[in-house]
């Protein structure tokens, strides 16, 4: 029956229906694979959000930030420029955290030292502006980087956050001096900054803060640091977008869990590394 | 008489089809990175163009989107490097790379092939599968894409790749480049989508199905499934050598 009907078309139109089946076939999978495509990435970007940013991705940016992280041995250094290249006016991006008025002449700065239990009274250090002058002075000029995309070679002087680290016996389970060669295991994960008010604060891995170039900041263009730009003492983290640079130290702490970041709440990544 | 000839293998198909939306993601999370610091303008005496008027932003919902921008960006790129990866390991061991690479003839035919798209010639030079012009568009948008990698890592990671970073003469230079690589593959695309429009649907079938229906001249005779797995070289060459035929007659 069916060969007889066959026989009743012509070879063309047997052809014909041949194209038509086997375009349908393949037009369909491609169609049922653009469907597929498209409700992947709406689970990606619809799902539950993880501190404003949907998990999945959150998760990919850790994976990123695992594939990128710093080691404390063989750091690669940031490119430094001749003092004359430094911008005369450091361009200012963020005022979070810097409202408040602050007696410079008078101002200390806290530092908790790590402890496994709730940190105790006798845990906090008060060091003042004079302290870190006393310890050997770091200058960097850098070109620094916003996560917005913008970029402007600066020059920042201050003491290194290494070198402040060792002479105060910080960033150790044990509180002995970090020693990042011998004795890696003993440093502390992560550090935590605050402004006084509390009101902007970052999350640094430790090899990160324990870069070279990192550093303990007081000075702009070789003159105190002006009020907008964290007045009396900021971060410079040239191995971090700008977002990790805060600026008028109140709080630095030590952990073995990844701080409140105040832009990583928001939906950025938590790691922010250059 | 007419019959199925193959086209495009199952493998050029996926990757084609996997990189058509990343590469649109790449472009539409990268746009929405830009923004936040969209600095860059054409000038040319008194008209300029900055790139992107706010008309466009607005209209595509693209201002403050930069986290999520980001966060998309830092997925996709994977993908697109994955993919792009594997289809020029791909075309070197398929030995299909003979047919994109360009050869010493490309360069001056690709532009009599231009000359005839553009109807200032009557006759396009002979060519198997890829035309010259279709040659040095092909490979040239792949060595696009691994410029775009290259910019894009010395972006992401300027302090991790320093050497690298100095050697296309700095972050702000990377960061040019790959913008300059974004507005080419948006061109790419634009005269690629025109050009499949012109080639017809027989053109545009073969990149999801595989096949191209061609007439072949042998009467009585239909293209066996087993002829169909021939070689893509194969297959290719004995399609063009009856287009001679039709040509001689």
């Known amino acids: 029956m069916t060969k007889m009907k066959k026989n009743n078309f012509t070879e063309e139109q047997i052809f014909k229906r041949k194209v038509l089946i086997r375009t349908i076939f393949s037009f369909g999978f491609f169609f049922i694979l653009c469907i597929i495509g498209f409700k992947f990435f709406h689970a990606l970007t619809d ?5 404003g940013m949907p ?13 990128f992280e ?76 916003c996560i917005e995309g913008w970029s402007q070679v600066s020059w920042w002087g201050g003491v290194r956050f290494s070198d402040f680290a060792k002479k105060y016996n910080l960033g150790t389970f044990n509180n002995l001096i970090p020693d990042t060669k011998n004795h890696p295991e003993q ?4 550090v935590g900054l605050q402004t006084p008010d509390k009101k902007y604060y970052v999350g640094i891995d430790m090899p990160s803060m324990m870069h070279p170039q990192t550093i303990l900041c007081y000075e702009l263009n070789g003159k105190p640091l002006p009020m907008d730009q964290g007045s009396p003492l900021r971060l410079i983290i040239p191995v971090k977008y700008g977002i990790k640079h805060l600026k008028k130290v109140g709080t630095i702490f030590f952990s073995e869990t990844p701080p409140p970041d105040y832009w990583a709440d928001r939906g950025y990544d938590y790691f922010s590394g250059l | 008489m007419k019959a199925f000839s193959k086209k495009h293998s199952l493998a050029v198909r996926w990757f084609h089809w ?8 790449m472009i539409w ?102 035309n010259a012009a279709q040659r040095v568009a092909y490979t040239g948008v792949v060595f696009m894409g691994v410029l775009s990698l290259v910019t894009g890592l010395i972006i992401y990671k300027p302090a991790t790749f320093p050497s690298l970073t100095s050697f296309v003469g700095g972050y702000e230079n990377a960061r040019l480049i790959h913008f300059v690589l974004t507005i080419l593959f948006i061109l790419f695309f634009v005269v690629h989508i025109v050009q499949v429009i012109i080639a017809g649907w027989n053109n545009f079938r073969a990149i999801i199905t595989g096949w191209e229906i061609t007439e072949i001249q042998t009467p009585n005779r239909e293209v066996t499934p087993k002829e169909e797995n021939l070689d893509q070289l194969n297959t290719s060459e004995k399609r063009n050598i ?3 035929e039709d040509e001689k007659k």
């Open chain 1, 47 to 51: 799902a539950p959000k993880d501190r």
């Open chain 2, 242 to 244: 009856t287009n001679d």
């Open chain 1, 187 to 190: 440093l502390l994960k992560y």
């Open chain 1, 70 to 145: 710093r080691s404390y041995d063989n750091p690669a250094l940031s490119k430094v420029f001749p003092k004359e290249l430094a911008a005369k006016r450091a361009r200012v991006n963020g005022m979070i955290g810097m409202r408040d008025k602050l007696d410079t002449s008078n101002y200390f700065f806290k530092v908790v030292r790590y402890s496994k239990l709730t940190p105790q009274l006798s845990d906090t250090l008060l060091i003042s502006l004079d302290d870190l002058r006393h310890l050997p002075k770091t200058e960097v000029v850098f070109n620094f980087k």
């Open chain 2, 29 to 130: 999370s990268g746009t929405l990175i830009y923004w936040a610091n969209g600095e860059y303008k054409l000038n040319a005496g008194l008209f300029e163009f900055k790139f992107y008027p706010d008309s466009l932003y607005k209209s595509l919902n693209i201002p403050h989107r930069l986290a999520e921008g980001m966060s998309l960006h830092f997925l996709f790129m994977w993908i697109f490097l994955l993919n792009g990866f594997l289809y020029v390991m791909f075309l070197i061991f398929s030995g299909q790379w003979r047919l994109i690479l360009p050869n010493r003839k490309s360069w001056k035919e690709a532009f009599l092939v231009l000359m005839h798209d553009l109807h200032l010639r009557k006759k396009a030079p002979e060519f198997v599968k890829y």
């Open chain 2, 18 to 25: 996997i990189n058509f939306p990343v590469l649109f993601l």
């Open chain 1, 55 to 67: 998990i999945p991705l959150r998760q990919i940016s850790e994976v990123n930030a695992k594939i």
